[in-house]
T-cell receptor, first 113, second 109 residues
Framework: DVKVTQSSRYLVKRTGEKVFLECVQDMDHENMFWYRQDPGLGLRLIYFSYDVKMKEKGDIPEGYSVSREKKERFSLILESASTNQTSMYLC????????????FGQGTRLTVV | RKEVEQDPGPFNVPEGATVAFNCTYSNSASQSFFWYRQDCRKEPKLLMSVYSSGNEDGRFTAQLNRASQYISLLIRDSKLSDSATYLCVVKGGSYIPTFGRGTSLIVHP
């Protein structure tokens, strides 16, 4: 079974802190994604990566950065956390190809106070 | 116009009912289509892919209408355990799958 693991289920951070969200997948997938999910807004893409050290901005990259030094690990960084970044963060991975399934981690519910 | 649109619902149906959801997409070059299911406070999981000829998996039937640019999901004989949010996913030639905002289904006794 494919496993996508996010480092924390719940996280509480203070405004202005630098926050690291880690995601690891064990199926050698090329593509990895970070989404945030908010009520009424659905899943919004923050960043994605199609290979090691490659990254592309998604729809809402402001206030975030990412790192992909190894194929299995994709990190999301909140440079200076703000209260409007309180959300559910979901990491996903998939093989390259047209009809391939995306597998999600269990999500990290981040609260910024 | 949002790339992938769904009626958010909720659809509130009794056990045993048949319920159908539609999802419209704007990119006519889209190549892959999926339905995902998301339970409350859980991550989305693939329910089924949607093939051009339509496909069925038990009580679930998915169809694609390229001319009108929509996909549909039909659930027959609804169970309480079908209560969830159903996400439509469309993918074009890029790496990125695009998610709809989801349709909420509540099946009651």
């Amino acid at each position: 079974d494919v496993k996508v693991t996010q480092s924390s289920r719940y996280l509480v951070k203070r405004t202005g802190e630098k926050v690291f969200l880690e995601c690891v997948q064990d199926m050698d997938h090329e593509n990895m994604f970070w989404y945030r999910q908010d009520p009424g807004l659905g899943l919004r893409l923050i960043y994605f990566s199609y290979d090691v050290k490659m990254k592309e901005k998604g729809d809402i990259p402001e206030g975030y950065s990412v790192s992909r030094e190894k194929k299995e690990r994709f990190s999301l960084i909140l440079e200076s956390a703000s209260t409007n970044q309180t959300s559910m963060y979901l990491c996903a991975s998939r093989e390259s190809g047209t009809n391939t399934e995306a597998f999600f981690g269990q999500g990290t519910r981040l609260t910024v106070v | 116009r949002k790339e992938v649109e769904q009626d958010p619902g909720p659809f509130n149906v009794p056990e045993g009912a048949t319920v159908a959801f539609n999802c419209t997409y704007s990119n006519s070059a889209s190549q892959s289509f999926f339905w995902y299911r998301q339970d409350c406070r859980k991550e989305p999981k693939l329910l089924m892919s949607v093939y051009s000829s339509g496909n069925e998996d038990g009580r679930f039937t998915a169809q694609l209408n390229r001319a009108s640019q929509y996909i549909s999901l039909l659930i027959r004989d609804s169970k309480l355990s079908d209560s969830a949010t159903y996400l439509c996913v469309v993918k074009g030639g890029s790496y990125i799958p695009t998610f709809g905002r989801g349709t909420s289904l509540i099946v009651h006794p």
